[in-house]
């Protein structure tokens, strides 16, 4: 059975940073395209950052580029989500994706808020 569970979200200062992580049992990261989505209050779900199966590249929404760093780890099979610089509008659910092919498989998602 597949599951991926993010880990690390909660409440932060406007500036302050959190580290997102997505833990996979089931299936390994390395094999697919891993994905950070969010969805802010009232707004429809978003990508953030993308890194490929192979792991060299790496892609970001614009509003986070510079802040957010998006990584893997093989030898712990989790994908992580460095964010730095946090602003009122990062205030989202984040949710980690893998897709393979034609399948795509979601975490349930953890709850960031940035506020003072």
């Known amino acids: 059975q597949v599951r991926l569970v993010e880990s690390g979200g909660g409440l932060v200062q406007p500036g302050g940073s959190l580290r997102l992580s997505c833990a996979a049992s089931?299936?390994?990261?390395?094999?697919?395209?891993t994905t950070w989505y969010r969805q802010g209050p009232g707004k429809e779900r978003e990508l953030v950052a993308v890194i490929t199966s192979a792991g060299g590249n790496t892609n970001y929404a614009h509003s986070v580029k510079g802040r957010f760093t998006i990584s893997r780890d093989n030898a712990k099979n989790t994908v992580d989500l460095q964010m730095n610089s946090l602003k009122p509008e990062d205030t989202a659910v984040y949710y980690c994706?893998?897709?393979?092919?034609?399948?795509?498989?979601w975490g349930q998602g953890t709850q960031v808020t940035v506020s003072s």
């Open positions: 089931g299936v390994t990261f390395s094999t697919g395209a």
């Open positions: 994706n893998l897709h393979r092919g034609s399948i795509s498989y």
